[in-house]
């Protein structure tokens, strides 16, 4: 059991500095966006990095899916916003059959929608703007740290009445948490 916050994270940053010193193995990504000069900047940034290999490309989160199928990446990087399937909905199913560590790198600033895909499974989530030549060592860190965390399977969790329970509360509460949600 840890103590306080600061042995916490001690243990947390020996962690991430073995990993990181552990890693000599090359790391196979798959890169999912839908903006074509995103995944080119992503790749040139990785190309100097010996051990991080770009196996993979995809558009939208459907492609995703198929990819990270046929690849085995150990780690997924990949935006939200995008056609046909977005990152969120795409995070679910790989999170569901393929479980693996995933970057997500967006525009989106909404805290509603990081905490969604965190949720779902993502391990974090950086600004696109964090993807600068200037910082690639530190994105370079953080493929190499995720890379390493071993993911489990994320069972899809229904609700009570996707499941055909009825709410038993009374009807007066059901609906204060009715407006309460408004």
Same mark, same amino acid.
């Given at each position: 059991?840890?103590?306080?916050?600061?042995?916490?994270?001690?243990?947390?940053?020996?962690?991430?500095?073995?990993?990181?010193?552990?890693?000599?193995?090359t790391?196979?990504?798959?890169?999912?966006?839908?903006?074509?000069?995103?995944?080119?900047?992503?790749?040139?940034?990785?190309?100097?990095?010996?051990?991080?290999?770009?196996?993979?490309?995809?558009?939208?989160?459907?492609?995703?899916?198929?990819?990270?199928?046929?690849?085995?990446?150990?780690?997924?990087?990949?935006?939200?916003?995008?056609?046909?399937?977005?990152?969120?909905?795409?995070?679910?199913?790989?999170?569901?059959?393929?479980?693996?560590?995933?970057?997500?790198?967006?525009?989106?600033?909404?805290?509603?929608?990081?905490?969604?895909?965190?949720?779902?499974?993502?391990?974090? @989530?950086?600004? +696109?703007?964090?993807?600068? $030549? &200037?910082?690639? =060592?530190? !994105?370079?860190? #953080?493929? %190499?740290?995720?890379?390493?965390?071993?993911?489990?399977?994320?069972?899809?969790?229904?609700t009570?009445?996707e @499941?055909?329970? +009825?709410?038993s509360?009374? $009807? &007066?509460?059901? =609906?204060? !948490?009715?407006? #309460?949600? %408004?």
């Open positions: 059991a840890f103590v306080d916050c600061k042995s916490f994270l001690t243990f947390m940053l020996n962690i991430q500095r073995e990993s990181m010193e552990l890693s000599t193995e790391i196979r990504v798959l890169i999912v966006d839908d903006h074509p000069m995103v995944i080119a900047g992503i790749k040139t940034f990785l190309a100097e990095y010996p051990h991080v290999q770009v196996v993979g490309e995809a558009v939208n989160g459907k492609e995703a899916i198929e990819r990270t199928k046929a690849l085995q990446p150990d780690i997924i990087l990949m935006d939200i916003s995008m056609p046909v399937m977005d990152g969120l909905e795409a995070i679910d199913h790989i999170m569901e059959r393929f479980p693996l560590p995933i970057l997500v790198i967006t525009d989106i600033k909404d805290a509603k929608i990081a905490f969604q895909a965190l949720s779902r499974g993502a391990l974090e @989530l950086i600004s +696109k703007g964090e993807v600068q $030549p &200037e910082k690639a =060592e530190h !994105l370079i860190r #953080k493929i %190499k740290v995720l890379a390493n965390i071993k993911v489990f399977r994320r069972i899809r969790t229904q009570s009445a @499941l055909g329970i +009825k709410d509360r009374a $009807p &007066e509460r059901r =609906e204060t !948490l009715r407006n #309460k949600n %408004k």
